[in-house]
């Protein structure tokens, strides 16, 4: 992969972007507040500072661990005790920064959100050109082991392109052994992501799904006025980038949007992602940098201090 032309400014954008609406972000984040104000204040500050939301504003509360965002009909209230990830990505022109918090509002689950940021933050310090994906994922494991918690292993980092989130490698949270020789290398772009529980170590499909993406594939079976509207709007605004059909609302039927929306995730053209839940209810801490690797150097584009030599 070649990163080529403007793409490093660009990419360093949505990075600064990201990193100051999660600052922004977590003041948001407190008791009796919905999902829905903040991720709509979260998504608004996005484009106020001259980017768009990569994927819509994801809120996972306790023992979901990814992939919530407020729907058309359904919410969430935060508690005094709710563990909140606030993971948002940015894009500027199709290039993508992806970036989390965690915060724990009762104050009594510190250690499993340290656990998360440790391995983050051992892995921001550690990562180089030539590291190999078992290197990153022993590293997560044993930081978050260490802690007194378990990693999620069906929960994994990436490699990022233009417009595609997750761009085909996976990044175990733990030493993979089959990847003891796969080693990223300049022009990569990577996300590190550690997702710790007290629970099973596993995550599952919940029932809700709010997010969902364009395939790139035309359906199969001929579509309907409504659905081929639809999927021209999807394409034409967000590409093959994620959305929430919270995004939709006015130019469509409330009331016909999830019907459509199912039917065109039927027919092969959109793809839905549903809640993932942990398998034991366990509660789930997250923190993520998205990271960009040159023959050099390193840059952390989420984050303004966390490498400051390099
Ligand atoms: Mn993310
Ligand atoms: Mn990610």
Redesign the pocket.
């Known amino acids: 992969m070649e990163l080529g032309g403007d793409a490093i400014e660009k990419l360093i954008k949505a990075g600064d972007i990201a990193r100051r609406t999660i600052e922004y972000g977590k003041g948001l984040i407190r008791p009796g507040r919905s999902a829905r104000e903040i991720c709509e204040t979260v998504e608004k500050y996005i484009y106020d500072l001259g980017g768009m939301p990569a994927f819509p504003c994801?809120l996972s509360v306790d023992h979901v661990a990814?992939h919530y965002t407020p729907g058309l009909r359904d919410d969430v209230v935060l508690r005094e005790d709710s563990v909140v990830k606030l993971?948002?990505?940015v894009s500027v022109d199709g290039y993508i920064a992806?970036?989390?918090v965690t915060i724990d509002l009762s104050g009594m689950h510190e250690k499993l959100l340290e656990a998360s940021k440790a391995a983050l933050d051992s892995v921001v310090s550690k990562i180089r050109p030539g590291i190999s994906l078992y290197e990153i994922g022993k590293i997560i494991e044993s930081t978050v082991r260490r802690h007194g918690y378990k990693v999620i292993r069906n929960l994994t980092g990436h490699n990022i392109s233009r417009y595609t989130v997750h761009a085909g490698l996976s990044i175990p949270n733990y030493p993979d052994r089959a990847l003891f020789y796969k080693r990223l290398k300049p022009g990569m772009q990577v996300?590190i992501?550690p997702f710790a529980t007290n629970g099973k170590g596993l995550v599952k499909d919940g029932s809700i799904v709010n997010i969902y993406s364009y395939t790139g594939r035309r359906p199969k079976i001929k579509l309907n006025d409504d659905e081929e509207k639809l999927l021209k709007v999807v394409v034409e605004r967000y590409y093959t980038l994620p959305f929430t059909p919270r995004w939709l609302r006015k130019d469509f039927d409330v009331d016909k949007l999830d019907n459509l929306v199912k039917s065109l995730e039927a027919k092969g053209s959109l793809h839905g992602y549903p809640i993932l839940e942990e398998a034991a209810k366990g509660l789930v801490s997250q923190f993520?940098h998205t990271i960009v690797i040159l023959k050099d150097e390193v840059l952390v584009i989420t984050c303004k201090d966390c490498r400051d030599t390099s």
């Open positions: 994801n990814a993971d948002i990505g992806d970036t989390a996300a992501e993520e």
